[in-house]
């Protein structure tokens, strides 16, 4: 028995001994000058769960991948130049990968593959934050990955046309991912996902791109907040997605003869509210959206505030603001019974409140006839501020001939909606 006991005692310390070895982490230094002078030399060295730091430095190094679980650290951001060659920079392809505190640069462009500065294939809780990102082809890429925190990254690209570019950032075939405080510029697409689910994309700024701020498609039970979506080529497109919520961004200045600040296309079940449109083509253009709530938005000096198609059924318009858009809502629909639209605030609006209930006495039809003209005839615009546009408008109001009857607000509000609380 008293020999059992040592045997016991002799496993129990062999395995701790063992755990010991299997959790003890190690720090790589890397450095121009230092004895391990690569980053794929430290990776080779590393084990799994080891920490590697890299000093400030240029390192021309592509084709690094990791295929360990490892944390990398850039110290003062060296630089990782892929020098434009035919490989992507950073491939991950394991688990619980984090990467900060590069600059990661010229990557080659592809008509065949979608080269990366930093990809991660088929794996989860990898983090990528803290980089810059610059002349990337795609900047960073997820495939088939989950649980990953894309965080605090600048990925600025040089795009100059669409066929020669990719993404700033990237998903396809991704669930549970934090897109969270990054800055998307000069890309094809700012912010691009298909096939992605209950993920979240917040407080970043996508500009100056050639397509769209941000472009979504299939991707369901996901929310996008607090962001900036500012002089992009065609705006934000939205399409063939369910149950979506995008509430608190600022859509600016997305200007052309196809710019949208958003682009709705089969969209059903989502929440479009507390948000900001100024300056745009169109605020918000609608094709087969259905059950959608719109509500407490601010739409101010768009060419049109909403374009919202016949095709679109039972969606909601509520407490939002229009502030001296050219046109506030057109439609294509002979009919608009099937979507609710009260307490709303027109600047256009000259009705009265004679009970003090802050509701107009009188509907509001937001609709102008010449809103039809213009869409069939551009060149009528040269029109907009005459005195016959402005007869033929009134005429339109008081009988109802080619606008829907049903598209009307019954309480319009007789002061801007309150935004205090956002």
């Not at 944390?71 to 892929?82: Q, V």
């Not at 510029?185 to 917040?202: A, T």
């Not at 919520?245 to 969209?267: A, P, R, V």
């Not at 069939?376 to 009134?394: C, E, H, Q, T």
């Amino acid at each position: 028995m008293h020999r059992l006991n040592k045997i016991k005692v002799l496993i129990i310390i062999w395995g701790m001994l063992i755990s010991g070895s299997a959790f003890s982490q190690d720090i790589i230094v890397v450095c121009p000058d230092c004895k391990v002078s690569s980053i794929k030399q430290a990776i080779e060295k590393a084990k799994s769960g080891d920490e590697i730091v890299v000093k400030n430095g240029v390192y021309k190094e592509t084709g690094i991948r990791i295929e360990k679980k490892l944390s990398i650290y850039g110290e003062n951001f060296p630089e990782i130049d892929g020098q434009n060659l035919n490989q992507e920079i950073i491939s991950v392809a394991h688990d619980s990968v984090t990467i900060s505190g590069f600059v990661v640069k010229n990557v080659g462009v592809s008509y065949i593959d979608d080269l990366a500065a930093i990809k991660v294939y088929e794996h989860k809780g990898c983090v990528i934050e803290n980089n810059k990102i610059q002349n990337a082809f795609f900047g960073i890429y997820l495939n088939h990955s989950n649980n990953c925190v894309i965080r605090n990254n600048e990925v600025i690209g040089e795009a100059v046309a669409e066929m020669s570019s990719g993404n700033a950032i990237h998903l396809w075939y991704a669930r549970d991912i934090l897109i969270e405080g990054n800055l998307a510029k000069n890309h094809r697409d700012g912010i691009y996902l298909e096939f992605v689910e209950n993920s979240k994309v917040s407080d970043n700024v996508s500009e100056g791109n050639l397509r769209y701020g941000l472009h979504f498609m299939f991707s369901n039970h996901n929310t996008y907040s607090g962001n900036t979506f500012q002089n992009n080529g065609a705006g934000v497109a939205v399409m063939f997605s369910r149950f979506i919520t995008m509430t608190k961004n600022k859509f600016y200045k997305n200007w052309g003869t196809s710019s949208y600040g958003l682009l709705l296309k089969e969209i059903f079940d989502g929440e479009i509210t507390n948000n900001y449109f100024e300056e745009n083509t169109v605020g918000i253009y609608a094709e087969g959206s259905n059950r959608m709530k719109i509500e407490n938005n601010d739409f101010k000096s768009n060419g049109w505030a909403m374009k919202i198609l016949g095709s679109c059924m039972d969606n909601t318009f509520t407490g939002n603001n229009f502030f001296f858009n050219t046109f506030d809502i057109t439609t294509n629909a002979r009919t608009f019974e099937s979507n609710k639209i009260s307490r709303n605030y027109w600047s256009e609006y000259t009705g009265y409140d004679l009970d003090k209930d802050g509701i107009g006495d009188q509907p509001y039809r937001p609709v102008k006839v010449f809103s039809f003209v213009i869409t069939r005839v551009p060149a009528s615009i040269i029109l907009l501020r005459s005195l016959f546009i402005d007869m033929l408008n009134f005429a339109e109001k008081v009988m109802p001939v080619m606008t829907p009857s049903t598209l009307m607000d019954e309480q319009p509000l007789m002061k801007p909606a309150d935004r205090s609380a956002f």
